[in-house]
């Protein structure tokens, strides 16, 4: 069984400004909402009125979901030959659909590919190999050097990054100003930040809503290994952890003192908002994100102006940042259309009416000819600046961790949960994650 072909129709393409208030958001919820009821099926069905039918799969939310609709719309209007069956959910459900497809040999023609799962998929004959068609089909050399090797495996390239992100400090200026909390000007340590959500929790507990300082940062894995950077070491060795069960005590720790005085939002409200930003509804001041999730968090109803910082760092010359593939785009091995996937694949890469479409939504754009596409400018600019602003302090982008990664990071989250429900110990988890670790890397 396919797919359905379901997506909304959409007008001419617009300014990033200009979809945020043209986009039929209603409409194409809905349209899509259809895809998420439908059941996975099996890639390369018979063609579907003398056209080529190929599957495109995403995880994301309804913003990136318009964004992508509009994108395949143009690739379709390009290529008349070729149909394009889109569907999309949730992170979890996205990759829970993926490992029963893969089980089978009936993975999506072409799919977003996350850096923690490259390994996984692509070390086990799941992902196509992608070299044959670079040079011809797929255009790599817009690419920064340093970045295509994240999506190769073993010197063979099995997924193509389409943008970047690092991580930043968000901070809400307007509620900062509202409860009587400077914003910083200078980077801060470790303490100082954790001072910092003290001081706004302190300054919002009587507010309606009740504003706390941020979420429990300690619950991001990527955040973790960028600490671990910092103390001049690193999540993986080769096939073998670089840090001790020590090193991941003291991560943990942080964030209890933090949960028992009332800084972080207590997991219990977390919950309550599923799929609503506690930044963008003004009920966190702060919060370490992924800065292209600026555009996102700043459609929420109370988002205010929203600023990006530096993460914390107790020396500012060893920041631990780096450049990671915020989205890669794969095909996969089971497709009986090889060539026409490549061509979806390179146009989500380097087309410039997709740069103008996303924006910086996905990231900034790994392909200089998308990014040549649109004139940066609002909350762009702002994620570009951003960006252009660590280049003295990054290292280069990190290879595809270690098959099993996103299995570690999975339970490095629900241990981090749990810790922050209080139903374990820091030593309790910290011995769980381990042992897991043991096991997945071992295998």
Not at 68 to 90: C, H, L, M, W
Not at 374 to 381: A, I, K, M, N
Request: proline letters at 6%; hydrophobic letters at 35%.
């Amino acid at each position: 069984m396919r797919r359905p072909h379901a997506r909304a129709t959409t007008g001419p393409t617009v300014s990033a400004a200009g979809r945020a208030t043209r986009r039929a958001r209603t409409a194409v919820a809905g349209a899509l909402a259809v895809v998420l009821l439908t059941a996975g099926c099996s890639s390369g069905d018979a063609d579907a009125g003398g056209k080529t039918v190929i599957d495109f799969t995403w995880w994301g939310d309804v913003s990136r979901a318009e964004r992508y609709e509009e994108a395949v719309a143009v690739f379709e209007k390009e290529n008349p030959d070729i149909d394009v069956r889109t569907s999309y959910g949730a992170w979890d459900s996205y990759w829970s659909s993926r490992n029963v497809e893969a089980a089978s040999g009936n993975l999506p023609d072409v799919m977003q590919m996350d850096i923690a799962y490259v390994t996984e998929y692509g070390s086990t004959g799941r992902l196509a190999p992608l070299d044959e068609h670079i040079g011809s089909t797929i255009d790599v050399s817009t690419l920064p050097d340093t970045l295509l090797p994240t999506g190769q495996i073993d010197g063979t390239t099995v997924a193509i990054p389409t943008s970047t992100a690092t991580l930043a400090t968000m901070v809400n200026t307007d509620l900062f100003t509202e409860l009587g909390v400077d914003v910083p000007t200078e980077p801060l340590t470790w303490d100082e930040y954790d001072t910092l959500l003290g001081d706004l929790a302190t300054a919002g507990a009587s507010g309606d809503p009740t504003v706390y300082g941020s979420v429990d940062y300690t619950q991001i894995f990527w955040l973790f290994q960028i600490w671990l950077g910092q103390q001049g070491k690193t999540m993986f060795d080769g096939d073998a952890l670089g840090f001790d069960e020590s090193d991941l005590a003291t991560w943990w720790e942080r964030a209890q003192p933090l949960h028992a005085d009332g800084t972080f939002m207590p997991p219990a409200r977390l919950t309550q908002l599923e799929g609503v930003d506690a930044l963008g509804i003004g009920e966190t001041a702060s919060e370490i994100s992924w800065d292209n999730f600026l555009v996102r968090f700043s459609e929420g109803s109370r988002s205010g102006t929203l600023e990006l910082l530096q993460p914390p760092a107790d020396d500012p010359d060893q920041s631990g940042l780096f450049l990671k593939p915020s989205l890669l785009l794969s095909v996969g091995a089971n497709t009986e259309h090889p060539e026409e996937s490549a061509k979806l694949v390179d146009f989500l890469t380097n087309s410039p009416e997709v740069g103008e479409i996303f924006g910086m939504s996905r990231g900034v754009p790994s392909s200089s000819s998308a990014i040549e596409g649109f004139e940066p400018e609002g909350l762009d600019l702002q994620i570009l600046e951003y960006e252009q602003s660590l280049e003295p302090y990054l290292t280069s982008s990190p290879p595809p961790p270690v098959s099993g990664f996103g299995t570690l990071e999975s339970t490095f989250v629900r241990l981090s949960e749990e810790l922050g429900y209080g139903t374990m110990t820091v030593d309790q988890a910290v011995e769980q994650w381990f042992a897991e670790a043991e096991s997945v890397l071992a295998s």
